[in-house]
């Protein structure tokens, strides 16, 4: 029976060998795409839906379609997964997989002719809702967070999402813009992109939020919403495709109808992310200063989460200034093994040698501060800053040797060269003309940003969430 052959048993020292080669910048796993060789029956190897016998197989075969799987098969364990075909939303290299990194998603590779806005009419306006009018689908208030997904069940289309805070309500783009002129085709938590009220003009339920403030897609397509008010995680089974489209269950809340805050392994405070990573869900909470970790991925409502990151148990809620504490931490993001995330109330971002798999993980090394328990804004509580402070980072995103730190309140995105030490310089900045610089640009400029949240790493430019000037950003990188 070749189930477990000789053949197969002879080639996995050069399968595994090739599965864990690692060079600059590029890490390949096997785990990255674990269906490649699967579906072993007597006498026969099914691969991506090829049969083999016996007889056509030995381990210099195998450790052949091994190589095939590092070349073109498999997600690379990066930040944001393997670049996508945006342009034209192509299944190929589109693995859904490359969904579970955290930060916004994937990573684009759009053939867009030149940098350009979305929700206003030039680089230089701000207004709420494009005219400083009514809501619209082409305006936005206080843009708040970005997300590029795959989405497993539309034939592994790459999505746009924009969590439109102010005006309740997350807008997708079924196909990536190109320019300017790009509509949304579906929102979530309105019945129509002429409504922004909270809950939907109604009270707490499974179709309005009350500031939305970050949304994610898993790899099995589902669909998970931060509602901060409402202290709880709305969850779409897919995402929808239609105005108005009901949450199927909420992580939070006992139902959709309340919407109490809560320490516990099942309540939460002011939600401010929640992904898909590792087969399990983060869930990020400002108001609890901690991340619960949920496994498995729940499937129906009011799941207990299995263990937490910043604080010492479910109960405890406090903020604080160490390697094991957080302080209204907002984003993570897995790099290789690597694991981030941006505590924006300690003016830091935290790294951690692996995903935490227990309670009580400390981290290993620190972005905008010189130790882990030093946590003022700029280093000295200061408004100018330094290629080393940081002040309320709040969003992550990597890509090749980068990693990229939105910088809230310094108006401006750092960029990290990969790996990093604690107290590390950025290499480099966009938003501003230097590095001791945050000046807050009204009006805006093509290169400006101000607050911003959200960072989606292109092959040539940084799509940025520009929550103060009521846009988003497409611009060069540097």
């Known amino acids: 029976m070749f189930g477990q052959s000789m053949a197969l048993q002879e080639a996995k020292p050069f399968m595994n060998a090739l599965l864990s080669f690692r060079r600059r910048n590029i890490w390949m796993h096997w785990a990255a795409d674990a269906t490649f060789f699967q579906n072993l029956t007597p006498g026969h190897l099914s691969v991506r839906g090829k049969t083999m016998t016996d007889s056509c197989i030995s381990k210099q075969y195998l450790a052949g379609l091994a190589i095939l799987a590092l070349v073109a098969g498999c997600a690379s364990d990066q930040g944001g997964g393997p670049a996508t075909n945006a342009a034209t939303n192509a299944t190929v290299g589109n693995p859904a997989s490359a969904n579970d990194f955290g930060g916004s998603g994937v990573v684009l590779n759009t053939s867009i002719a030149a940098p350009f806005v979305l929700f206003q009419n030039d680089s230089v306006s701000r207004l709420v809702n494009r005219d400083g009018g009514a809501v619209k689908p082409d305006g936005v208030n206080n843009i708040y967070s970005l997300g590029a997904y795959v989405d497993p069940n539309d034939s592994n289309r790459v999505k746009l999402f924009v969590n439109d805070r102010a005006n309740n309500r997350v807008l997708i783009f079924n196909t990536i813009p190109q320019d300017a002129t790009a509509l949304p085709d579906v929102v979530v938590g309105q019945a129509n992109f002429t409504s922004g009220t909270a809950n939907a003009g109604a009270g707490t339920s499974a179709v309005g939020f009350n500031e939305n403030v970050h949304m994610s897609v898993c790899s099995d397509g589902k669909m998970f919403v931060s509602d901060r008010n409402n202290n709880r995680v709305l969850v779409y089974n897919q995402v929808p495709t239609a105005n108005g489209t009901a949450a199927d269950f909420v992580i939070g809340q006992p139902d959709f109808l309340t919407n109490t805050a809560a320490t516990t392994a099942t309540g939460v405070n002011h939600p401010y992310a929640a992904y898909c990573m590792a087969n399990k869900l983060f869930v990020i909470e400002q108001g609890n200063h901690r991340i619960l970790v949920f496994d498995p991925i729940p499937t129906a409502t009011n799941p207990a989460a299995a263990y937490v990151i910043g604080q010492p148990d479910m109960v405890t809620g406090t903020s604080g200034c160490t390697a094991g504490k957080l302080n209204s931490p907002y984003e993570i993001l ?42 003022l804004q700029n280093k000295t509580n200061t408004t100018i800053p330094t290629d080393r402070t940081l002040a309320f980072p709040n969003a992550l995103a990597a890509k090749g040797n980068l990693l990229a730190v939105s910088d809230h309140t310094n108006n401006r995105t750092m960029f990290f060269d990969l790996p990093i030490t604690t107290d590390q310089s950025a290499s480099k900045q966009i938003g501003q003309p230097d590095f001791v610089t945050s000046t807050n640009v009204t009006p805006p400029t093509a290169n400006s940003v101000t607050t911003t949240k959200g960072l989606i790493f292109d092959q040539q430019y940084l799509w940025i969430g520009d929550g103060g000037n009521h846009r988003l950003a497409v611009i060069p990188l540097p």
């Open 334 to 375: 897995r790099y290789d093994d690597t694991f981030f995330i941006a505590d924006g109330g300690n003016q830091r971002v935290l790294e951690f040698d692996t995903i935490p798999a227990a309670s009580g993980a400390t981290a290993t090394a620190v972005l905008g501060q010189v130790d882990f328990t030093s946590c």
